[in-house]
C-alpha cells in the first residue's frame, strides 16, 4: 500500500518569512496529493491540492509543486502570518481507491 | 451550505465497552470515510462507505464496523473498546466515488478509561 513520510515533523519561522513542508509518497500510481491545515482542537481544513497531470498549483500565499519522477510533493507558504500557525497534513490517493493516505503532520509556528 | 457534522462531540468510556460514533456528510456527499486520530499518529484510515455499502477497510481489527444508512449518513462502532482506542474519530465526506476530495467534520473525542 502507499506510504507517505512528511518532514518536517516541527517548523518555526519569523512571520513573513516562508515555510516549506516536504513530502515523499511510495506508490507512483498515486494521482492526487491534498494538504490539510488543522488548528488546535479544530477539523482538518482543505487548503490545496494538486493532481499528477499538474506540476504546480498556486492559490495566493500557497503553493503546492509535484515532481512524479521522484514522487515528491511540498507545500509552500510564503508571507507567513501568525493565522497560520497548525498542523498541516499532506495525503496521497491511488486513482480509483479514493482513500487518502496521510503524512504524520508538520507543526508550523509562525512567531510574531 | 451544511458542512459534514459528527455526534457526540465527547465521549468517555471503560474497557470492553462498546461506542457508537455518528455522521452526517454534506448534502448531496454519497461517500463517507472515517479516520482515527490518535496523539501523534496523524490521521489513519479506518472504512470507507459509498452508496451503502463497505468499499474499503484500513489496517484495524473486525471490532471497528459500520454502516451507511440510505440517507448517507453513517455509524462507526467500536466493540470490545481497549485503552489505544483513544483517540479523534473523524469522519470525512466526498460527491461520490468519481471524486478524491474530502471534507472533515469535527471529529468525537474518544476517552477509554
Known amino acids: 500500500g502507499e506510504n507517505v513520510e512528511q518532514h518536517p515533523s516541527t517548523l518555526s519561522v519569523q512571520e513573513g518569512d516562508s515555510a516549506v513542508i516536504k513530502c515523499t509518497y511510495s506508490d507512483s500510481a498515486s494521482n492526487y496529493f491534498p494538504w490539510y491545515k488543522q488548528e488546535l482542537g479544530k477539523r482538518p481544513q482543505l487548503i490545496i491540492d494538486?493532481?499528477?497531470?499538474?506540476g504546480e498549483k498556486k492559490d495566493q500565499r500557497i503553493a503546492v509543486t509535484l515532481n512524479k519522477t521522484a514522487k515528491h510533493f511540498s507545500l509552500h507558504i510564503t508571507e507567513t502570518q501568525p493565522e497560520d500557525s497548525a498542523v498541516y497534513f499532506c495525503a496521497a490517493s491511488e486513482a480509483g481507491s479514493y482513500q487518502l493516505t496521510f503524512g504524520k503532520g508538520t507543526k508550523l509556528s509562525v512567531i510574531p | 451550505e451544511a458542512g459534514v457534522t459528527q455526534s457526540p462531540t465527547h465521549l468517555i468510556k471503560t474497557r470492553g465497552q462498546q461506542v457508537t460514533l455518528r455522521c452526517s456528510p454534506i448534502s448531496g456527499h454519497t461517500s463517507v470515510y472515517w479516520y482515527q486520530q490518535a496523539l501523534g499518529l496523524g490521521l489513519q484510515f479506518l472504512l470507507w462507505?459509498?452508496?451503502?455499502?463497505?468499499?474499503n477497510r484500513g489496517n484495524f481489527p473486525p471490532r471497528f464496523s459500520g454502516r451507511q444508512f440510505p440517507n448517507y449518513s453513517s455509524e462507526l462502532n467500536v466493540n470490545a473498546l481497549e485503552l489505544e482506542d483513544s483517540a479523534l474519530y473523524l469522519c470525512?465526506?466526498?460527491?461520490?466515488?468519481?471524486?478524491?476530495?474530502?471534507?472533515f467534520g469535527p471529529g468525537t473525542r474518544l476517552t477509554v478509561l
Open positions: 462507505y459509498d452508496e451503502g455499502e463497505e468499499r
Open positions: 470525512a465526506s466526498s460527491w461520490d466515488r468519481g471524486t478524491d476530495t474530502q471534507y
Open positions: 494538486i493532481r499528477s497531470n499538474v
